[in-house]
């Protein structure tokens, strides 16, 4: 078995994307999917477990070289295998020998949750699942609005397809709630389809058109059309609950778990997009006031972007560790765990968009191209800002419990640090404002809503400064990271009487200086390199990638000879 380590010089990822059609780049994506899934070795018990081998897969820099196939490796080892290995090691051991052929890729699993017309009211979903009188259960999907949107159904690799499908639960005309069955979706070939003692078994799966600038996963949308199941399908009981909803949130835990599983890809992410962005800085080159080269990485302009970035990578690596201290702790109510999940996916996410962004800007046109990665780095974080909890959903809901105090999260650790009472001051000021209405929900949704998601990002804000200082990351990396994350709200500071706007400005040059000596330290620190392949990183990448590229030119010039294979990849 290969490490992961190893992967990237693989032909499998060496071979550049960008001019390969759209099932071609589908195939190789699952190829890269399983390859990397295989090289970490995870168990049931890693994904029943969540030991450190599980979290460490999603920090893996070979994790953003192919948006795709990571998206295909969380669906299939978290929400997937992570689900069934629940059931396998309790109620269900006869799933063992799914869950394993999952995990080597000998079955592709998906989930289908969600649904074209519910987005975030899934527990309202309208697929039913009615119990027959044989036991078995008729799956069906009433309406086009109630097809399972995006999950990747259709047939590929001639490997067979099996989903995890929510559905509501009818027993005897009774609706039971939501409730997870395991359905086969397809041979790998075509979608199940044959005829039982009862009904035709019918999954219909449309293919959606390719997302703009991320690498392409053939979502779909997938109904089924009195689909008959039989009684194992069911994961769980028939049993009527007293607590359907909460039921159903255990029910779906794991997405809990990919909230800050794949938000913690934004690590990789930022590694990637700063080292690219600085060597790319250092070899170009503008004519300075002086008249002579320089390059572009003289300037602030661009110096304070990157060095914000890697200083957030490394503070955000720090707050990593200690999320998932948090996440693991039994001893914590599960409301606690998950709430620390959604403030720490949504400061990760939100530093990874905002460094996208002004990195790609600042490479002017070439931040535009595929394959220097930014602008794919930026398209597949807004992907994973809406899977697994969409931010803005998850800080409503968090914030609302929090005024509600249903639960309180990890105090800082550093209270009286400018981020810990910034968090206080907004949360104290939400309070007020619900708390002097009459009308607790209308003034939450009227004044409170639109802040939450910044609420939460500040809380975020707090436990990444107090986890950097507290396991000790770089002085300078630390200020650049509060300096950053104060500037995100400014105005609170200066209307409060913390800083001033000069001594912000002041405070962000003396940090900056620090760090800037020590770039090329903090880029091998990251080590990313063996995973980066962009071509602007240095004349040498740049003259290798153009020899790649089709050659149109006219029938008397002298064209250099071009190898075979790019030609091919250049058909497709």
Known sequence: MTSASQLRQLNLFEKRSELLSRDARVLLSYERARAIGLAHGITLRDTLDLTQKFWDMHIDPIMVLDGAATTLLTIQYNLVAGTLAQYAATTRPDLVSLVEDILRWDVIGQFCLTELGRGLDIFRMKTSATLLPTGEFDLHTPLPSDA????????????????????????????????????????????????????????????????????PV????TSFNHVCLPPSALLGDLEKSNRIHRDFMLSIWRVAVGSLAIGSIAIPNLQMSSYIAARYFQRRHVTSVYGNPVPILSYRTQQLPLLYAIAQAFVLRALHKWAIEQFMDNNLDVRVRHGVAA???????????????????RMGAQGLFEYNRLSN?????????IAEGDILGLSMRLVEDTLAQTYTLPLSTHPDSPLALH?????????????????FTQAFMQYVQPRCQLMVESVGHRMAYDAAVDQGVSQCLVDLYLINAIKTDAAWYVERGIFTRQTIMRMEDTALSAALPLLDELLA?????????????????????SRTLPVYSSPQAEVPAQPTLVLERARL
């Not at 053939?218 to 949308?221: G, M, T, Y």
């Not at 780095?377 to 994973?384: K, M, Q, T, V």
Request: negative net charge; glycine residues 6%; hydrophobic residues 35%.
């Open 218 to 221: 053939n979502h779909a949308l």
């Open 148 to 215: 399972k949107f995006m999950p990747p159904t259709v047939p590929v690799k001639g490997l067979p397809c099996v989903a995890i499908v929510f559905a509501q639960l009818y027993v005897n005309g009774e609706c039971r709630g939501p409730r997870p069955f395991l359905v086969n979706i397809n041979d790998g070939y075509h979608m199940c389809n044959g005829v039982t003692s009862r009904r035709t078994y019918c999954s219909i799966t449309r293919l959606l058109p390719p997302r703009g600038g991320s690498a």
């Open 343 to 361: 403030c720490c996916k949504a400061v990760m996410v939100q530093h990874a968009q905002s460094a996208n962004y002004a990195l790609s800007e």
């Open 525 to 545: 620190a990251m080590e990313v390199e063996p995973y980066v392949s962009s071509p602007i990183i240095s004349d040498e990448s740049w003259e290798k990638f």
């Open 377 to 385: 780095l930026y398209s597949e974080i807004r992907g994973i800002s």
């Open 423 to 439: 968090e206080i001051s907004l949360f104290d000021e939400a309070t007020e404002t619900v708390s002097s209405s009459s009308d």
